[in-house]
Structures are given as structure tokens and as C-alpha cells.
């Protein structure tokens, strides 16, 4: 057997990972162990081992110190593991049920070895599939109120919240939000990827609207200096594995004491996404207008579940005395539902024309149609920027989306 | 001579003071030192050490680990004399003219040496003895623009600036802030002090207005949650020195990354106090309103300067490629305008009926007098929580506070 030499960083391979997990306690020397390396390797390396008398498997995370994107290089803090699984320990205290238990983890090392979730699909994946989840609405929006509300002034002593804050500095990956949602799409940066019959659409629309322009800015520091609660950071549909039975959330490794309503309108944005994107799936009219109904209802039930679960949690567990005042909770929630609002625009803005696309609309073969759907998502994104304190319920924005 | 150990905390003498100096080399050994204590004692030592030859002479300041107020008695973190010196060395950066020079700090022992401005008075002790300070207004506004321009995201490197958040936590004086100036005066909380005559009127003006109460609850949210700038925490006029030539801002113990507004809030509360005690302590009519002009000329100009300065740098040190949109300067003057009426409300009614009252106000003879002046400065306090939104200009507040 190898040694893991653990006072300095290198990459694992197959065969040291497998060692590594060994040394660490988690097989025996005797287990007869297989293992497989199934991460995009873009970003990190991702062992899957799996002890073949038994069946345990667990996932062995590595960050690597790079990122690779569309053909090149730029270095990444290996810190980012150390936010990720101080945030899985976070969501685990408060939701066990929808967070990957964490079993190991070594910053040194940047590593992190947790539950196996091979057994549930990505929800993107899914829902480009047309698969329904009947639990997903539900327990994201009880994922989202607990986790906030109890790292949130709302939930937790003030002061710990703000020691917590010491551990959750995240420059780096803080930085790339900052750049690739909120700023470059808005201007005509080389990290954008738009296609040529798309460009003067974004030209109009976006690059010469000043009004909007002042709008993504306040949003954007709110996002630089709205330091609310622990927040995932990165809660796409591609962050959620799900199952008919069960919702688990992983790789929070751009959390920081952000908005609240960021996390909510990431995941809202990739669901308006993917109702978009139907057009270009589901051919039968029937089909697909069911399928986005299901869609629309799991928007409208993540907020409600949100709402009616962040109010409970507030009568009984204030840890203010204005929580009390009557009214102060409607305050709170409209405030909310805004900042989700106008984030929701910029990350469906984004994810159009910025540097990371998403495979929903991506693999709409036809182009006419694909483009027609990034030019909707683009409009849809912009009004919920620009009209984020005139929608002002998860009903209106359904009726805004379906007209 | 002794010799200090610096490894372990203890108060300082007279004489213990005098041989650090020494031994720090701020003095010669063969020095004739003349010193002196003359803090209050509740809170801090303070030694004026002088030169007998040259009379060249330092402050020398250690914060004391408890805090002493009306009779009691508790326990207070000695870090805040490390916050207290950075964020003087950080002021002293962009702000030198304002700042005293902090010659020499050592965090174990609490103590912090700087310039000694005894030739200089502090400001409230000269407003209520109805002094002019001709520099006052424009020193504090460019004070304020500097300070919190080049500590904000507009004016720093935004991920410089997440790291320097680590060094302003400061959750302990951040409390005494978040109890006494936002929860405590508006609930029935034993560290009030409320003369009985005016208990009624507190209960009926302040404690059974819930529409007042859920706008209190969303100032002191922004109070722990707006990152937006390292601010000085407790800008009133007894943090301010100054001369007809000179204006110096000092004791920032209460830094920390918080909302722009609070800083300018402060320091417009503490001069409405002012203005409104002056009845009480200038009898002449003529000379009283000659008096209450000026104060407003200091509220206008200290706010006019704070704006053109804070613009000047924007246009010159943009840090962010939204800062070239047109408009967002203003929505961005606009919000800390709002900010800082609502702060300066909340500090108004808290000096009425919190624990530490301000001598401007208590220093009136009469009676009668004074109460009154406690039910204009909560009633206006209250007005510039509620209208907020409403008044949009320092002129504005102004027509506000001489009806």
C-alpha cells in the first residue's frame, strides 16, 4: 500500500484514492475495493469506491487546482473544498435528509469524502428527460428555509452568525459569480459565447438599455454586500440529485454569507430554463403543455413550501425581538421574493449568452427554435429584473411567465 | 526602570506607562517625561506623556476588559483596541489630515499610542458652549466620502475587500450597537432611562407604533447584514476633535463592514441635537437662531461635500464597470441618503431614552425645558425613520427640521 503523504497537496489517481480511503479508516486493509474516476475532470477529481462484498460506496471529491473551460486554463483556490465541506457540515445540522453526509475531509489534501449518490439523477439531466419529481418542489423549498432561516440573523445568535462569517471568505469563487452573472453579460466581454444571430438582439435588449443596466448594478451589490445568511451559492438544477423518493443537494462550494434570495432564484431561473427549453423537446402540444404545467407548479410550490416553512420557523425559533412586530414577516418574505426575482433575471440572462451555457436549451438541435428560446429567456430574464417590485407573488410571476 | 511584559495583559500605571514609552523608543531613556491620566476611566486608560525639554508628547491608550456604566459593571472583549488601531491606520491611509498617527500598537496589551490633540476641542463640549468650527462641515464630509469610498466596493478591489472584512469582525461592540441603539429604546428594556414624566409619551409615541416598529426592525436587518463599507461605527460629536483649523475623527472601536448611511447618520443626529438643546442653552432668541443657522449650515454642508467628493472619486477610481452607467451614481446617493435619515432617527431617540443619553440635552437646567426637547428629538427621530423615502434632499431635511 501506498502512503498519502497529507502535508502537501497532490492530485489522487485511482489507486491512491483507494489507498487514501483505507488509511483513512473507511474500508478495511482486507476490503476488496473497485473504484472509478467519474468526475468531468474540469474542475475536480471524483472517485467512486465501492466495496464489492458489501456494496458501500462512498464519493471521494478532490479539487484540482485549475479550471478548465472551453479550451483553457486559469488557476482556482483549493479552498473551495474547504467551503465545501464546512457547508455540507452546515446543511447537514439542519437537513440531513436533503445534504450528503460528510465522512472525511483534509483542506490540505482539498478533499472530501461523502455519501454515494449514484442511485439518484441530476435534476437537469431529468428534466431535459421529462421526468417528474413529485418531492422536488417540496423539498428544496424546506431545504432553502432551513438552511437560511438557521444561518440567517432570523435564526441563529447574531454573534456566532458573525463569527460564522470567518470561515465562509470566498473571494475567489465569489469573484467568479460576480464576473460571469452580474457584469460580463451586461457588456461586451470576451467571456460571453453568442451566437453571431443572437448578437443584435443582445445589443438592443441588453448593452443599450441603461435602465437596465442600473438595475443589474444594484443587484449586484446587493450580491457584493448583502451579507444575510449562509447561502449555497451555485443552486442550479445541476446541484440536485433526486430521485421519486428523495432530494439531495450537493456541491456548495461558492457559499458565503450572501442574499437569501439568491439561492431561490437560482433554482427558480434554471426551472423557467428548462419550461423554456420544452419547446424544443416535447414535439406533442398536449404533452409538453402538461409537462410545463408540472413545471409552473413546481416553481409555485417551492416558493410556497419556502414561505409557509420560513414562517414557522420564525415564530418558534426568533432570536429577535422585532421578530415579533406584526408584519415584520411580510416585510422580510416581500423583500425576498424581489431580490429572488431580480436574481432569477440575471442568472437566466447568463446562462444564455455568458460563459456556461446549460445543456436544457443547448440541446435543442433545431436552431430557429434554440435560438428563439434564448431570445425568450432573455426577455423573460430582463422583465423580472426590471418589474421585480411590481410581481409581487409567485401567482403573478406564473401569470407572467404564461403569457 | 520595570519592565513591561508584554505577553500578558495588565492596566497600566502612571508610571508603567512612562517606561513603555521608553522602551518602545518613543522617548529617550535619559527623557524628563511628564505624564498623566485623564480618560474617564470607564472604558479606556488614557496617559498624556510628555517631553518636560521639547515638548513633544503622545496618547497613550489601553482599553480596559470591562466597561463601566451607570453603576455597573460588565465584561468587555480587549480586541476592540486592535480594531481601534487598524481602523485608524486604514483612515489614516486615505484621510491622514483627519486621523491621528497611530505610532505604535501592540494587541495583548490593548494599547494603542498616537498623536495627542489636546490643542484641540472636542466638538459637542464646543457646540453647546455654541462654538463655530468653519472647517467642521467640510472636513467630515470629505472624512465621510474618503473613508467609506476607498473601504466600499466602489473604491476598493472587491475581493481586497472581502479579505479585509476578517480583520472588522467585531461582533462584540457590534452587539452593544444592535441592543442599545436599535432594540432596546423600542421595547420596554431595563437599560432605558426614561424620566417618568415622559414614560407615557414613550409608550404611545414609540412602543405602541407597530408601523414604526417594523421600520426599526428592517433599519437594524441593514445594520447586520449591509457589508457595505468599513465604517467608523460611532461617529457622534464626541468622536470628532477639533479647532477653527482642524478637524480630527478618532475612537473608530466600533469598526466594522457596515451600511455607508450609519457613519453620516450618526454624525446628523448628533448635530439635531444640538440644534434642538439650544433651546436650552441660549436665551437670546436672536442669538439662538443665528446659533440653530449654523448647526443646519453644518447638516447641509457636511451632506453637500460628502456628495461632490463622493462622486469625484467615483468618477476617478471606479472599481466596478457598472460605475460608468449612467444613474447608478445617483440610486446609489439615494439609498445612502435614505439609509443614513433612518439611522440618524434611530440614534436620535436612542440618546432620549437608551442608556447613554448625550450632554447637549442633559446639561439643560429646567426641567420642563429639557423634556421638551426629549419629545422634539423623539418625535423628529421618529419622522426620519417613517419618511425616510419621502424626504429625498438635504433641503428637504432641512425644511423638515425647522417646522
Redesign the interface.
Known amino acids: 500500500m501506498m502512503t498519502i503523504d497529507t502535508v502537501k497537496y497532490e492530485p489522487f489517481t485511482i489507486e491512491t484514492a483507494v489507498d487514501y480511503s483505507k488509511q483513512i479508516g473507511l474500508f478495511e486493509q482486507s476490503d476488496l475495493l473497485e473504484a472509478e474516476e467519474i468526475g468531468d475532470g474540469n474542475l475536480n477529481l471524483v472517485f467512486r469506491i465501492q466495496n464489492k462484498n458489501t456494496n458501500k460506496s462512498i464519493i471521494l471529491k478532490q479539487a484540482l487546482p485549475y479550471a478548465k473551460v472551453v479550451g483553457s486554463s486559469w488557476p482556482l483556490t483549493l479552498d473551495r473544498a474547504r467551503i465545501e465541506s464546512e457547508a455540507l457540515k452546515h446543511a447537514y445540522e439542519v437537513v440531513p435528509e436533503f445534504t450528503p453526509r460528510v465522512y472525511h475531509s483534509d483542506h490540505t489534501l482539498a478533499v472530501t469524502v461523502m455519501d454515494d449518490l449514484s442511485h439518484l439523477q441530476i435534476v437537469r439531466k431529468g428534466l431535459i428527460e421529462g421526468n417528474v419529481y413529485p418531492r422536488l418542489a417540496r423539498d428544496i423549498g424546506t431545504f432553502l428555509a432551513h438552511t437560511l432561516f438557521y444561518h440567517s ?1 432570523f435564526g441563529m445568535n ?3 452568525k ?2 460564522l ?2 470561515k465562509f ?4 469563487l ?2 467568479i459569480t ?1 464576473d460571469l452573472v452580474f ?1 460580463d453579460p ?2 461586451d466581454h470576451d467571456t460571453n459565447n453568442i451566437p453571431s444571430k443572437l448578437r443584435e438582439f443582445v445589443e438592443t435588449t441588453l448593452w443599450s438599455d ?2 437596465l ?2 438595475e ?3 443587484l ?2 446587493l450580491f ?5 445568511a449562509l447561502i449555497h451559492g451555485d443552486l442550479h438544477t445541476g446541484s440536485i440529485f433526486a430521485s421519486a423518493e428523495e432530494t439531495v443537494v450537493i456541491d456548495p462550494e461558492f457559499a458565503y454569507f450572501g442574499p437569501i434570495g439568491f439561492d431561490i432564484g437560482a433554482f427558480i431561473a434554471n426551472i423557467l430554463l428548462n419550461y423554456l427549453s420544452q419547446e424544443g423537446h416535447i414535439e406533442d402540444e398536449q404533452a409538453r403543455n402538461e409537462y410545463q404545467d408540472y413545471l409552473l407548479s413546481v416553481l409555485t410550490e417551492t416558493w410556497n413550501v419556502f414561505d409557509v416553512e420560513f414562517g414557522a420557523l420564525w415564530q418558534d425559533n426568533a432570536q ?4 415579533k ?4 414577516l411580510d ?2 418574505l416581500n423583500q425576498i421574493f424581489q431580490d429572488t426575482l431580480g436574481f432569477a433575471g440575471c442568472k437566466m440572462i447568463r446562462r444564455m449568452i455568458g460563459l456556461a451555457g446549460v445543456e436544457d436549451v443547448e440541446a435543442i438541435e433545431n436552431e430557429e427554435l434554440r435560438l428563439n428560446v434564448k431570445r425568450t429567456a432573455i426577455t423573460l430574464g430582463k422583465l423580472l429584473i426590471q418589474n421585480r417590485s411590481q410581481i409581487t407573488s409567485i401567482n403573478e410571476l406564473k401569470k407572467v411567465v404564461t403569457q
Not at 224 to 228: I, M, N, P, Q
Not at 320 to 323: A, E, G, L, P
Not at 325 to 328: L, S
Open positions: 440573523d447574531q454573534q456566532e458573525k463569527k462569517t470567518l471568505n470566498n473571494p475567489e465569489c469573484k460576480e457584469t451586461f457588456f441603461k435602465s443596466k442600473r443589474v448594478a444594484s449586484k451589490h457584493l454586500t448583502k451579507g444575510e429577535d425581538s422585532f421578530m412586530v406584526d408584519g415584520y416585510d422580510v
